[in-house]
């Protein structure tokens, strides 16, 4: 076994077709639009830079792989051959987030080294990734990663910071200045940088077979990526059923066993989404683009929106049985979801014990359960831990599927090390073998799974409405930065919905009885902002059965879009995006702190007359949040709205084209 090290660094510039080019000691490359550049220096090492708009974005930065591999020998970094290539197609995505199809089109160069390896960099004109490759037969053991985004400047950082690798990634995002953050200082991904005249939001895609990448600071002007080890041995801590203490972890962060020649493996893409405004962040679709392709049919897979237990602690009332975890419960949640054609229920935690997923609690009938749920056309996912899972997971999954689940929710895992990953993926393939949806919660943020494998239709790694019941910084502004950084990486299980609503004054936090810290309106407009194929509606069905205008409402939104814009968008401060599906549009709008009011105009609908039906924050919803009003009337494309916003508040509505 020979030790290598690789060591990369970049710039910034242009692109010629596809076509092997002459060696030269700088590679230039630039994006389809031509605003973003990249040079590459060769040599003994590589060194790249990048600009935007030729205004410097990264200066001098590094990549590196130092590994172990069968035969290789290195004298420093040797570049045998360049490769250019040029790519413009249209994606047409199963499950769609954003959008029914995504243009695919950038410049790609990829420099062959060292004999079995390669570093590719694609540049889309909505960012850039790089990512490293190897062709090399036998085992490859990836013993660190160099990953130094120098910026050559001082700048602004939203830094989710984190204590340990053990985390489920539900950080809030801290504004720092990028040289004040401590080597000690270190954040999950994805995280913001913000240059003044660009924003660039950092995050990884294709992660398979590998660790997942944080940052740290370095009391400079550069972040640099690190990497859990991999895990030789954890153990479940005292009393715990799901916390784990990490007990040894190895030298090295990867090993990749038994490579075919001539096959080998890519390394996890390094993303850049770069906008040179804060609403090009929100269309951003670079850690989609840069996954890899679909490996399963997924035919099968039913976007949709799930009533869930947990977060209201199952408070039903107006009813004549106990509200418990029982099959009484849980049919008048499919009563209640058929009710509003709302596609699933959950059964979260306790309806199994904790020592087996198959040992279920005496008041539950999962199998009963789920063939009325079918007779209501309503399906079940059922949540589990993901260790107890794996225990039992062939016997558990082929259970599940012979009950008739729709799906899975595994919770806990907590970690992103190189076995951990590799778990997801499992997880995945054997879901899709059984026709089973998977949503990952206590997860690491997606990193392009999903294109891979439609049934994980979504996942948490976000601070969203759970933290209400035990703590007070879920805030309007909170969830005006979400949509910015953390679902530019995918689709986000915030779980919106609450309709017992206060402003911050008088916002209180109780465990069993949750309340949003904004209006209602603000809370129906994350049905249009927030992106989940699979969307919850996390509140009591008897509180939406009460409130029967809003829950009609937030059940006729779809989870999937045919196309987005967004109409304005202030990082922290508001956003207005239209939505369409099919021949509707929805617009939804979400405020911070401050009472606003914005003028919009609907060039984007086709001529004609829709009608539109509207929910705004009430008169009073400044003291009451829970005000609300309801509206409706005819428009065009010609019309202009005036939306007003109470403080912590939103706007939504709902256009119909009218017959003509």
């Not at 009533?307 to 949640?333: P, R, S």
């Not at 948490?460 to 209400?468: A, F, I, Q, W, Y």
Request: aromatic letters at 12%; charged letters at 20%; hydrophobic letters at 40%.
């Amino acid at each position: 076994m020979k030790k290598t090290i690789a060591i990369l660094c970049c710039v910034v510039a242009s692109l010629c077709c596809s076509s092997v080019s002459a060696l030269e000691d700088i590679h230039k490359l630039a994006s389809p639009n031509g605003q973003i550049t990249l040079e590459v220096s060769s040599g003994k090492t590589f060194v790249y830079s990048v600009s935007v708009a030729g205004k410097p974005v990264l200066k001098d930065a590094i990549a590196a792989l130092e590994f172990f591999a069968i035969d290789t020998k290195s004298n420093g970094i040797n570049v045998y051959k360049v490769t250019r290539t040029k790519v413009d197609r249209i994606l047409a995505p199963y499950v769609q987030q954003k959008s029914k199809h995504i243009k695919e089109h950038y410049n790609q160069i990829t420099l062959a080294f060292n004999q079995n390896w390669q570093l590719t960099f694609r540049l889309f004109d909505q960012g850039l990734g790089y990512r490293f490759s190897t062709t090399s037969g036998g085992d490859v053991t990836v013993i660190s990663e160099t990953a130094d985004f120098n910026f050559g400047q001082n700048l602004n950082v939203l830094f989710p910071e984190e204590k340990s690798f053990v985390s489920h990634n539900e950080r809030g995002y801290q504004p720092m200045q990028l040289n004040a953050i401590k080597p000690s200082q270190f954040a999950s991904l994805p995280l913001l940088v913000d240059g003044g005249d660009f924003k660039l939001v950092i995050s990884e895609t294709g992660l398979k077979d590998y660790p997942g990448m944080w940052l740290k600071g370095d009391s400079s002007n550069v972040l640099k990526g690190i990497f859990p080890k991999y895990v030789v041995k954890a153990e479940l801590k005292e009393k715990s059923d799901r916390n784990e203490n990490i007990l040894q972890r190895a030298a090295f962060n990867a090993k990749n066993v038994n490579l075919t020649q001539g096959v080998g493996r890519h390394y996890p893409w390094r993303m850049f989404a770069i906008a040179q405004n804060d609403a090009e962040l929100l269309t951003n679709e670079l850690s989609y683009l840069l996954a890899d392709e679909l490996a399963i049919d997924p035919s099968w897979v039913k976007p949709g929106q799930v009533a869930w237990d947990w977060w209201n602690a199952n408070n039903l009332h107006g009813v004549d049985f106990k509200a418990a975890i029982n099959n009484e419960t849980y049919k008048y949640y499919i009563d209640f979801a058929a009710k509003y054609g709302i596609e699933y229920i959950v059964l979260d935690e306790g309806w199994h014990h904790l020592d087996s997923v198959l040992n279920v609690v005496d008041d539950i009938d999962v199998k009963a359960i789920i063939d009325y749920g079918k007779s209501k056309n309503v399906d079940v996912i059922l949540w589990v831990i993901w260790k107890t899972l794996d225990n039992e997971l062939t016997l558990a999954l082929d259970t599940f599927e012979q009950w008739g689940a729709a799906g899975i929710k595994v919770d806990f895992m907590q970690r992103d090390d190189q076995s951990m990953v590799n778990y997801y993926w499992k997880i995945a393939q054997e879901a899709a073998n059984r026709q089973l949806l998977v949503d990952f919660h206590g997860s690491y943020k997606p990193a392009g799974l999903r294109r891979a494998y439609p049934n994980v239709i979504t996942r948490e790694g976000v601070r969203g409405l759970e933290h209400n019941k035990w703590a007070d910084y879920i805030t309007a502004e909170h969830n005006l930065t979400l949509p910015f950084i953390r679902q530019v990486a995918g689709p986000m299980d915030y779980t919106p919905g609450a309709m017992i609503n206060s402003q911050p004054d008088n916002f209180r936090i109780v465990f069993n009885r949750p309340m949003s810290k904004t209006t209602r309106a603000h809370q129906i407009a994350m049905y249009v902002v927030y992106e989940s194929p699979l969307q919850m509606l996390a509140d009591s069905p008897s509180n939406y059965l009460n409130e029967h205008e809003s829950t009609a409402f937030i059940s006729q939104i779809p989870t999937v879009w045919d196309e987005t814009i967004v109409i304005s968008a202030k990082l922290s401060d508001h956003i207005i995006t239209a939505r369409r599906s099919g021949n509707e549009w929805f617009i939804a709008a979400m405020g911070n702190g401050k009472a606003r009011q914005f003028n919009i105009d609907l060039p984007f609908l086709k001529p004609g007359m829709y009608q539109l039906k509207s929910i705004a924050d009430g008169v009073n919803a400044d003291n009451y949040a829970s005000d609300y009003q309801v509206a409706s009337k005819e428009v065009s494309k010609s019309t202009k709205l005036n939306l007003v916003l109470a403080p912590n508040g939103g706007w939504v509505g709902h256009f119909s084209m009218i017959n003509q």
